[in-house]
């Protein structure tokens, strides 16, 4: 299904990306409005704060609720700023228009809930306001596309998405693994709808939020949402992850932004090349397909089972050496053979079974 969309039409400096700042939570009418003013000072244009904040466990501080919405509606009025929070059932959708919200935003935990997005959708029903969706917290593309496609049907047309990453068991360097490939596969998707991207949530700690930033700009994103707090260290949600509207100017100050657009002669060149090289390596690929299935009919004459696992242990380390030595990651090549075996072994048991 294709989506019918209207473009946002938000504000934005034309030097800089597209922003919505703000602290994680609306905490008290003096922090909204401390970090609201500091932000309208820096040119910021679209202010978030969570006024109902999704929580793993009970205990801890869940917003203020209904009581933050005079606090929000106070930033418009004094800074004007456009207003954006996070609206998880129809009662917030409700009480945040009560409260004139100029943007919503949908949750990564309430978009991977296909119920929760329906009543969302039938709650916005003839409601013009733009709406970001963010992803599942499951690395699934097709349930985030569920989500924007439930709010189109409903009649809302100024969609965007935002890219928070996804969560996952291991440790690891990100709060929640950005895996790029899945908002760009959305953009190849659906190219008309905007994606802004969350270094906050992603990066989950300070010192990630300028590369995320950069590498976002990097990747053509059509702008950011960062977490911005008066007093970080004090914040009652996500205190590690926030910065002052000072660091976030500087931050936004530095970044690169480049222009998709132009094409030299000389990346038209260059682009003939991989074309060439794609064509080859295709060719190799089909040519080993080709010889493990001839290794399938001699599998199957002998009436060997067809995965050896020493085998297939001997190829990974012995490309995976050679990977590294000229300048590959070693899981990345590690992934490219896991893959052409996984094919391979696909055609084999075909030929076996014959
Ligand atoms: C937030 O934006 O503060 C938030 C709760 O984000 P997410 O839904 O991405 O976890
Ligand atoms: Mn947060």
Redo the contacts with the bound molecule.
């Keep these: 299904m294709e989506l019918e969309l209207e473009k946002l039409n938000l504000p934005s400096d034309n030097e800089r990306p597209f922003v919505i700042a703000g602290p994680?939570s609306a905490e008290t009418e003096e922090q909204v409005m401390d970090t609201a003013r500091q932000l309208a000072l820096k040119g910021c244009h679209n202010f978030r704060a969570?006024v109902w904040?999704?929580r793993t466990k009970p205990g801890g501080f869940e917003g203020n609720g209904e009581k933050a919405l005079p606090w929000m509606k106070q930033v418009k009025e004094e800074t004007h700023m456009l207003i954006a929070t996070?609206v998880a059932t129809p009662e917030h959708v409700e009480l945040a228009l009560k409260y004139d919200m100029d943007i919503l935003w949908i949750?990564?935990?309430t978009t991977a809930n296909p119920f929760a997005m329906q009543a969302l959708a039938d709650a916005m029903k003839g409601v013009d306001v733009p709406v970001f969706v963010?992803n599942p917290v499951n690395p699934d593309l097709e349930l985030w596309i569920g989500a924007l496609q439930r709010l189109n049907q409903a009649g809302v047309k100024r969609l965007g998405a935002i890219h928070?990453g996804f969560s996952s068991y291991e440790q690891k360097i990100y709060r929640n693994a950005p895996m790029w490939q899945i908002p760009i596969e959305l953009h190849r998707r659906i190219p008309e709808l905007p994606i802004i991207s969350?270094p906050s949530?992603i990066g989950g700690r300070r010192e990630l939020i300028a590369p995320l930033c950069q590498q976002a700009m990097d990747l053509g994103f059509d702008g950011l949402i960062v977490e911005s707090h008066c007093d970080p260290d004090k914040a009652w949600s996500?205190a590690k992850q926030q910065v002052t509207p000072d660091v976030l100017d500087y931050i936004l100050s530095l970044l690169i932004i480049r222009d998709e657009h132009v094409t030299t002669e000389g990346i038209q060149q260059l682009r003939k090349q991989i074309d060439d090289l794609d064509n080859q390596l295709m060719d190799l690929l089909a040519k080993r397909m080709q010889v493990c299935r001839q290794i399938g009919e001699y599998k199957k004459e002998h009436n060997m089972t067809v995965l050896q696992a020493s085998r297939y242990n001997e190829i990974l380390e012995k490309r995976g050496v050679q990977g590294t030595l000229t300048g590959m990651a070693a899981e990345f090549v590690a992934k490219v053979f896991e893959s052409i075996h996984e094919e391979s072994v696909r055609q084999q048991i075909e030929i076996v079974n014959k």
């Design positions: 994680c969570g904040k999704p996070e949750g990564a935990r963010k928070r969350d949530h996500d």
